[in-house]
């Protein structure tokens, strides 16, 4: 029977006080797909199971987006959740570091509407053990990327891509269709005014008549 060598055992390597306190990283969670896909129902989803495990949520969303609700993630199935709304990723910051301590799960609604900093904040918060889950848009109404959401999903621990069901042909939609002439990059708005498509019911530059958008009581923001 062989016997462990003492010596050996003595001068054996101890961790270091650094090792054991070194914070476990976290995790970076991107919902995406196009509109009427579900991305903020399933953000709430996750978001309200973490809740359920006791774990300390917190939430935002861009201030331009108050379609359904000014203070509340919001599907468009109606499901709510709690958020602060912010103007930028440096209002996000203000109300989020405070807390930070407190906090062990951040949500973010509508990403896209956010600027590239987004991506460097998310990298920052994972560092320090946090868990991270955003939902928004990968492409624009043009079929182009959205960014920072491209950016996002390139360095995400998980990528769920979702899609919805096309408004014309019921295929599997991966595309949102714009309804009307204009060509501004950001249009909030939702049901008469953007549709899901199928790719190849997608026409990223189809117009509508401005006076029926009208008639229909859409609102147009820029």
Not at 25 to 43: D, N, Y
Request: net charge negative; proline share 5%; with cysteine.
């Amino acid at each position: 029977m062989l016997m462990p060598n003492t010596e050996s055992l003595l001068h054996a390597p101890v961790a270091t006080s650094s090792a054991q306190d070194r914070v476990t990283p976290g995790r970076i969670e991107v919902i995406t797909g196009p509109m009427f896909s579900g991305k903020s129902e399933e953000l709430i989803r996750r978001l309200k199971r973490a809740q359920i495990a006791r774990r300390r949520v917190m939430s935002f969303k861009p201030d331009l987006d108050v379609r359904y609700h000014r203070t509340a993630i919001a599907s468009h199935s109606s499901q709510t959740l709690e958020a602060r709304t912010v103007a930028n990723v440096e209002a996000l910051k203000a109300e989020l570091f405070p807390v930070l301590d407190e906090v062990e799960v951040i949500g973010v609604d509508e990403a896209q509407f956010f600027e590239p900093a987004l991506v460097g904040l998310a990298l920052e918060l994972i560092q320090m053990g946090k868990r991270v889950i955003l939902a928004g848009l990968d492409t624009t109404f043009a079929g182009e990327p959205f960014a920072p959401v491209p950016e996002l999903m390139a360095v995400a621990d998980e990528v769920v891509k979702l899609s919805a069901v096309c408004m014309r042909c019921g295929a599997p939609a991966v595309h949102t269709q714009r309804l009307g002439a204009s060509q501004a990059l950001v249009v909030v708005g939702a049901a008469g005014l953007y549709e899901a498509r199928c790719r190849a019911c997608f026409k990223p530059y189809a117009e509508e008549n401005a006076e029926q958008l009208e008639l229909k009581g859409i609102g147009i923001n820029h």
